[in-house]
């Protein structure tokens, strides 16, 4: 009994040693720079597994400390098994909580990297575009901003209008019809008398 006690301590040591998949396939992150893309693991598999395994490990090992054996030898085996089992568990733990940490960073700066890529090329798309055009300039009619059909002109930038925002401009009203004045007609000069001989 005492050779198989330790032939099992032995076993969840070595698997103390060598489980947890998250430490030994995801390594540290290392923040980038701004415009540095990130180098570093943000998938979420294997703490997945580890806490499976950390799962699996504790319940294995309750279920077989505290399990009622017909006599004292399988009791015996039960408790030397399920102790070692217990404490297999507790390096898969470590090691998902471990990966959680360093997968959360990673996705954190990696998102970060996504929004500042996208940002540059929505950027560069509209210094591209021309005045009038979706993403370009608006265009200057006196007072007034302007842009092609269906676009709208926010914040000095061309951009799809919503429908029923772009509303049709009235056309000017007439000036009204200046009728002349009739001018007066001029008054009959009086008549001169011719001279008397």
């Known amino acids: 009994m005492p050779a198989m006690r330790m032939r099992l301590w032995a076993l ?7 489980g947890g998949c998250s430490w030994l396939f995801i390594p540290k992150p290392i923040e980038p720079e701004p ?16 806490s499976l395994a950390a799962t699996a490990s ?13 006599n004292n030898d399988q009791s015996d085996v039960a408790t030397a098994l399920g102790v070692p089992v217990l404490v297999a568990s507790v390096p898969y ?9 360093r997968t959360r960073r990673c996705g954190k700066w990696t998102r970060a990297y996504a929004r500042r ?20 300039m608006c265009l200057s009619a006196g ?7 269906g676009l709208a002109c926010v ?11 772009i509303k049709p401009k009235p056309a000017p009203r007439p000036a009204p019809a200046v009728t002349p004045s009739p001018s007066p007609s001029p ?10 001989g």
Not at 155 to 165: D, L, S
Request: some cysteine; proline content about 8%; hydrophobic content about 35%.
């Open 12 to 18: 969840a040591l070595l698997a103390s040693m060598t």
């Open 143 to 149: 007072e007034d901003w302007t842009c092609h059909s």
């Open 58 to 70: 504790l319940i294995v090992g309750v279920l077989l400390v505290t399990s009622d054996a017909s």
């Open 117 to 136: 890529q996208r940002a540059l090329e929505e950027w560069e798309r509209r210094r591209e575009a021309a005045a009038g055009d979706e993403g370009g």
């Open 155 to 165: 914040n000095y930038r061309c951009v799809k209008a919503k429908p029923g925002t």
């Open 35 to 50: 415009d540095e893309e990130p180098d570093c693991v943000a998938s979420r598999a294997y703490p997945a597994l580890d």
């Open 187 to 196: 008054s009959p000069s009086p008549a001169v008398a011719p001279p008397r």
């Open 93 to 101: 733990g470590l090691s998902a909580w471990t990966g959680f940490s």
